[in-house]
């Protein structure tokens, strides 16, 4: 007898036996309990996930010599007509092959006979996107009140691309990736059960590239089993072109460094050694979004299957870059990982994506950005007040206040100091007056007249501080030295920008264009400045 794939020899041959879809099972054990059978289902899922298994499950399940029931005995002519393929009854039909409008209206008339034993005629219509546009339009009489002998069963991985006239006449069941744990846990057995030694790393790494198909994982270990008697990490790496562990901590390393030269070393040692760049990427993307986890999550061990020692490897790279920068690299890895897998010339755009990844490094963010632009603007504020040249010394404060030199000539003195010891001063003798004049605003010393003002909303106030003005003339002396005159004008009142006319002048200005352009972004908040 000629050899049967482990993915053939362990198809599940039971409910039981379909791991990872639960649900799934669940609705369709409790449909076949409640004689709630419905004429047109609608498996849809990734590739290897047990579409097709399930669908074959239920056929078996509908025409059993003891059904419908939710174990078929697998034992009666019906059951194991389903498990070689040899059923009259069940007729399992390729879509990718026969999808033209004349091999759907074929099926119509063949669906008008009556099945040969049992109860239904059930047709598996697998990939069922690939039928043409006239076939579906063909099928969709047929498929809205078919014979009550007659059940269908689509089975298809991108149902976005099934006409929404078909998906309404039919029950659509979701199948998800099956989870890494089942599938170790099935290899395991299987390994077990034909004698396969296989180690515990290699059993993660087949889990692993599986990606959640358990007809991949099965597929994998049917090769290693032929390539060696002791199937080792090592040599599935080897076998499959995928990088060692250590390769991939040593390219994120460099990324993560921002120095493009080695990474570029490394690429070139991986190409000279013949592995296959796309698995790279992917790893790539996988290890980077593991440092995401490691870095946003408390606790993640309850996302990550790892062993101590690799979550500290993870956490410690986390600790080299901040999740703005993660943010950017896993984007660019991910749009990477496309142009890798479709490009003639896979090292050459790999080395171009890693050349992008590394201007991540030297990025600032918009936090960091603003900040500095605050300080910026509020030493701006400052030297406007003081009268001072950006960017020059600053002349240390004299320990006395400044005394006049001719009389004439403007102060030089720090006028700001000196109005806001005058005001401290005042706090002793008249705490009222002293709140008052914090409302001022200083404007200048030229000759022996101090000049303040109040703006339009706070006029009112001048009069009250015009009637004190010998007490602050008193107090000024006091501070300065100098006999000074109070002079008080009335100044416009500050007109105070609208949010939406900030973010409107914000919008404007060219450079904000050229950021939003260069990161693709937009302008989520604006907030105004002190000063």
Known sequence: ??????????????????????????????????????????????????????????????????????????????????????????????????????????????????????????????????????????????????????????????????????LSRCQHHAFRKIAKAKIKDLILKISKAENINIRETAVEMIARIADGSMRDA?????????????????????????????????????????????????????????????????ELVEHFRNIAIVKIVNDPDEFLEFTQEEVQKLKHQASQVSIEELTLLLTEFLKLEGEVRSTVNPRYTLELGLLRTSFVKGMTSINDILKKLDRKDQGYSETRKTGEQPGRNRPAEPKAPAKPNDGNGPETGDHD??????????????????????????????????????????????????????????????????????????????????LDEIKKEVSSDPIIKDAIKLFDGKIVQVRPLKG
């Not at 049992?118 to 063909?138: C, P, Q, R, T, W």
């Not at 809205?144 to 078909?166: G, L, S």
């Open 1 to 166: 007898m000629s050899y049967i794939v482990l993915a053939r020899k362990w198809r599940p041959q039971s409910f039981d036996d379909l791991i990872g879809q639960e649900p799934v099972v669940r609705t369709i054990k409790n449909a076949i309990l409640s004689e709630k059978i419905v004429h047109a289902y609608l498996f849809s899922g990734p590739r290897g996930a047990g579409k097709t298994s399930a669908a074959r499950l239920l056929a078996k399940a509908l025409i059993c010599s003891r059904g419908p029931s939710t174990e078929p005995c697998g034992t009666c002519e019906n059951c194991k007509a389903v498990t070689s393929g040899s059923s009259v009854d069940v007729l399992e039909i390729d879509g990718a092959s026969n999808n033209s409008v004349d091999d759907i209206r074929a099926l119509r008339e063949a669906v008008k006979y009556a099945p040969s034993s049992g109860k239904y005629k059930i047709y598996i219509i697998d990939e069922v996107h690939m039928l043409s546009k006239e076939a579906f339009n063909a099928l969709l009489k047929t498929l809205e009140e078919p014979p009550p002998h007659v059940i269908f069963i689509f089975a298809t991985t991108e149902p976005r691309k099934v006409p929404v006239t078909i």
């Open 218 to 282: 099965l597929t994998v270990l049917d090769q290693a089993s032929s390539f060696s008697d002791d199937i080792t990490e090592k040599e599935l790496q080897d076998l499959l072109g995928i990088p060692e562990a250590d390769i991939i901590l040593d390219l994120s390393d460099t990324i993560l460094s921002g120095d493009i030269s080695s990474t570029l070393s490394l690429i070139k040692e991986l190409t000279e050694g013949g592995y296959d760049l796309r698995p790279v990427v992917k």
């Open 417 to 498: 100091a000196v109005w806001k010891k005058t005001i401290e001063k005042l706090k002793s003798s008249d705490q009222l007056l002293a709140c008052k004049l914090v409302e001022a605003k200083m404007i200048g010393v030229i000759g022996n007249n101090l000049t303040i003002g109040f703006n339009g909303g706070m006029s009112v106030l001048s009069d009250s501080v015009k009637k004190n003005a010998p007490l602050i003339e008193t107090a000024l002396h006091d501070v300065t030295g100098r006999k000074l005159r109070l002079k008080i004008v009335s100044l416009p009142e500050e007109e105070k920008k609208s």
